[in-house]
């Protein structure tokens, strides 16, 4: 199973996500320079880390879906190949068009660190198959611009099609407004595409995926992407 | 020599350029002719305060700086500390207070920006950020905008960048109502035989500038830094530069890649005094010369004047030279990550800096009279007369208490011990995968990748002790870091220092300096800590006020093993609870004093060097024997905060706790007074005899006070309940006073 983890000028997390997939899940990992224009389909997964992609200036991720890489990351998510996006890489998805919606300033305009709760909403989809339906994970979250928006036909739609894969919520699963860090709409953390072969979230699985921790949750959605490839199966 | 060279230099420029008459006579001689006007620019900046350190560095010689790890002591960019493994850390704290202080946000992101650069130009990747910061109280009417403005600015540097800030601290005072301190840590790691250094050698090898344009911004910014505040001072806001972290996370990642090559000789960034500075202090290293062409510097706009060019503090820009012939190699690499590069000169034999503008002389001086010629001043010194009334408390004044609960809830609240989630939740502190433990409790814990090995960091400085004080206050410091140290399972290995001052000019400022960095000399000598890397901020005074005496200290440690991290809270009900070190009846200058009977005064606490070491020695004996399950250092508000701290400060969950504390002495003083090298720890019963028998073997007072478990911190002393507080009222209130305040 090949990986690819894109590196965007101002990418900062790109180390902790090779980090995690070729130590921790002893994947063959590559890089991907964001100037490539080089035909992705030998990966198996592309990661899109986070970050500041060129500064985060104008908008979080809206310079990068520029990047020629994208124009390659969008063909290659066209024809189902997995794509993980996290954090910059969540709002670079979604800039791109290749997921829905858009993240906006966290509603107290700050940034924020800190470990959240969430909510798996969905286990039938090929990046949390190995978690147990509304159990509660505990992922950090560290961003400013986080704040997931979409208009009410387009909510409608995501839920319809079982599209939210993670909410942010309380200690017992609770998805109010009190456990919301950022202002998301319906607290959503983590969405997938219709074609579920896409996945775009705010929380940080790879900062919770190394043994040297005591929480391993974010393994959790390492280990689905790895079941669903190697058994050949998306679910 | 053409342009400047026809404005005529009088007693009234010399002036406006912050030098003395004395010390213009001196250029005049040791030059032979009268300098140019871009050339008065240089020595206004090279002989300034801030770089020069002419009032400081006869003092600095009494520091430690040697060390069987050191591989880098002071006077290159930062300290570098073999940690074994073929590893090294490379660390420094620098004071960035004016520009903070005039423009909060590009002040404070600007001095991340300046640290992160003097770490990873030697090699190292950084990887962690700390910081001190210090503002006015909280009813003065620009503290919450000031403090806005700092957290603000430092997150988004730092977070932008992808470097963790994880831990520091935060301290609110009245003398810091006109003069803010910002200062900033960083630590970076490196292989232990690619260090690189700014140093220019090889006659004939290119140098290249790369990084961001050069523009107007910052001009004289090191001059500023060198006078005191007064009404003017927000005049002063052009002075402050603009930082862009993206820019600066470009550099790191390109200078990183760089450096895996071979092709560099030496390479520094400009900081203070921009271009000029590292033109000359890398000539001055290799004992070379550099010949400059500035049409060839990459310009932000035309029409810049060399003046201009060589002054300019424009942030996020590098020197390097590198090997002839590898020129085209580099700066295909730095086109690579999209930075501006140019080659704008070359090392020459002679040790003179030629700076040419269209091929015409500009600028032709001496290195050495650049950097060394700045005499060392002997300032006078003179004992302050502040200390008469202030160095004495008569305990009779202040009422003994009967009950302690709500002068705990108040220190709880007090905004220099609630805690600081409100900040550092504003921080990344866990990008690059290796912070160990969450910020709050004694230091920060890193691990370090590919070994066992971890790192603990810790700043600190009490400077409410160093105003009473400052000799005893500055061993304070050292010695408080360095049981923060302790206390994660970590031992010390090197440290760096931020003094912090008022104006030098005044004998009685003099004298606080002095003091301080002989304690603080005295202390590390003591501990075997070197002092690897430092900074000196002094004309911290506004309106001829001064800040207390504030030498900030930041420790670094070593864990063999990453197993020993130890934290501050409780984990286990029915878990004893002990004090390693001993209480007596001290007040002065504690925050109880201060926050509940509003006096600054007496004498610091005792300071005993030996039982400081006895008391680390015996903490981290029980740590590597896994005999304890947390250890605490009782600091600011002494044992009674350390206490509601062990039990409040858990991550997940909070524990309760009940004492019985017998005691000879007045009941504020055995619960809130802080009393130096004491340690807080709790352990399983099955080991109290083992630890009884440690203690006893170094000659160490051990007390099990008691046990951890219910909702209540509850606290008798001498058999009569002094405080008994619901856990989760304490919890909210040191955890939401700081945010409530800030927000």
Known sequence: MNCGVVVFPGSNCDHDCFHVLKHVFKLKTEWVWHKDSIDLSRFDLIVLPGGYSYGDYLRAGAIAQFSSVMKEVVRFAGSGGMVLGICNGFQILVESGILPGALIQNHAQKFICKTVHLRVENVSNSFSRECVHKSVLNLPIAHHQGNYFIGSDGLRQLEDNRQVVFRYCGPAGEATEEFNPNGSVSNIAGIINEGRNVMGLMPHPERCADPAWSNRDGQLIFKSIINSLQSGVSV | ?743
């Open chain 2, 1 to 743: 020599m053409k342009g400047s060279s026809s404005i005529e230099i009088t007693p009234n420029i010399v002036r406006q350029h912050g030098l003395t008459l004395g010390e213009f006579n001196r250029i005049e001689d040791l030059l032979g002719r009268v300098p140019n006007l871009t050339e008065l620019g240089i020595f206004s900046v090279m002989w300034s305060e801030h770089c020069s350190y002419k009032s400081s560095r006869y003092y600095l010689k009494k520091l430690p700086t040697k060390g069987p790890c050191v591989l880098q002591g002071p006077g290159e960019n930062a300290g570098v500390i073999d940690i074994g493994g073929g590893m090294a850390v490379i660390f420094k704290i620098e004071s960035h207070n004016h520009p903070s202080f005039i423009e909060p946000r590009q002040g404070a992101a600007t001095g991340v920006g300046g640290i992160l650069r003097d770490i990873f130009t030697m090699g190292a990747r950084p990887i962690a950020l700390m910081n001190s910061l210090r503002f006015g109280t909280s009813d003065h009417p620009r503290t919450r905008f000031l403090v806005n403005g700092v957290v603000d600015g430092i997150s988004n540097y730092g977070n932008c960048t992808g470097v963790p800030t994880v831990g520091g601290e935060i301290y609110f005072d009245s003398c810091y109502n006109g003069n803010i301190l910002v200062n900033v840590f960083c630590l970076g790691l490196v292989p232990s035989d690619k260090i690189f250094l700014g140093k220019a050698s090889g006659v004939g090898n290119p140098v290249i500038y790369f990084g961001s344009k050069t523009g107007r911004d910052g001009i004289h910014g090191a001059s500023m830094a060198s006078s005191e505040f007064d009404e003017s001072s927000e005049e002063k806001r052009p002075t402050v530069q603009v930082g862009d972290p993206f820019a600066e996370k470009l550099l790191i990642e390109a200078c990183l890649e760089l450096m895996k090559e071979d092709w560099i000789i030496g390479i520094q960034d400009m900081g203070a005094a921009g271009l000029t500075c590292s033109t000359f202090e890398m000539a001055g290293r290799a004992g070379t010369g550099i010949d400059l062409e500035l049409s060839k510097v990459p310009m932000r706009e035309p029409g810049m004047t060399p003046y201009e060019i060589l002054l300019s503090e424009s942030q996020e820009r590098m020197l390097v030279v590198v090997r002839k012939g590898m020129e085209g190699e580099a700066l295909e690499l730095f086109h690579k990550w999209d930075l501006n590069a140019a080659i704008i000169g070359e090392v020459t034999d002679k040790p003179i800096v030629r700076i040419f503008e269209n091929g015409s002389q500009v600028v032709n001086l001496p290195v050495e009279l650049v950097i060394d010629g700045a005499l060392d001043l002997k300032r006078p010194t003179k004992h302050p007369e502040y200390l008469k009334t202030v160095d004495h408390v008569n305990l009779t004044l202040v009422t003994e208490p009967m009950h302690g609960g709500e002068i705990l809830k108040r220190l709880l609240s007090s905004p220099n011990i609630s805690n600081k989630h409100w900040v550092y939740e504003q921080y990344d502190h866990m990008v690059r995968l290796n912070t160990l433990g969450l910020p709050g409790s004694d230091a920060a814990v890193l691990r370090v990748k590919g070994s066992r090995k971890a790192l603990a960091l810790s700043v600190d400085c009490n400077s409410r002790y160093c105003y009473l004080d400052p000799f005893q206050g500055a061993q304070i410091a050292v010695a408080e870091c360095v049981r923060n140290i302790i206390c994660s399972g970590g031992e010390p290995i090197g440290l760096t220092n931020c003094l912090n001052f008022g104006n030098p000019e005044k004998p009685e400022i003099m004298w606080q300096f002095e003091q301080a960095v002989s304690g603080m000399g005295e202390a590390c000598k003591f501990f075997d800590i070197p002092v690897v890397s430092g900074n000196v901020s002094l004309y911290n005074e506004t309106m001829g006020e001064s800040i207390y005496p504030t030498p900030t200290v930041a420790v670094v440690g070593l864990l063999e093993d990453r197993s020993h991290h130890t934290t501050q809270w409780f984990k286990e009900d029915q878990d004893l609870i002990g004090l390693v070190g001993l209480t007596m009846e001290e007040l002065g200058g504690s925050e109880y004093l201060s926050v509940v009977c509003d006096r600054v005064e007496g004498q610091p606490p005792h300071l005993d060097l030996h039982m400081a070491r006895s008391v680390n020695k015996l903490c981290l004996e029980l740590i590597f024997g896994g005999l304890i399950s947390s250890a605490h250092d009782c600091s600011e508000g002494g044992l009674g905060v350390a206490l509601a701290e062990s039990c409040i400060s858990h991550p997940e969950a909070p524990r309760g706790a009940t004492l019985d504390i017998e005691s000879t002495i007045r009941n504020d003083a055995c619960i809130f007074g802080e009393s130096q090298s004491r340690i807080l720890v709790s352990f399983s019963a099955k080991n109290r005899t083992a630890l009884e028998e440690k203690a006893k073997t170094l000659g160490v007072p051990f007390a099990v006070i008691g046990k951890v478990g219910g909702d209540f911190l509850v606290v008798n002393v001498n058999g009569k309940e002094f405080i008994s507080e619901k856990i989760s009222l304490l919890k909210k209130i040191w955890w939401g006073a700081l945010e409530s305040y800030v927000r």
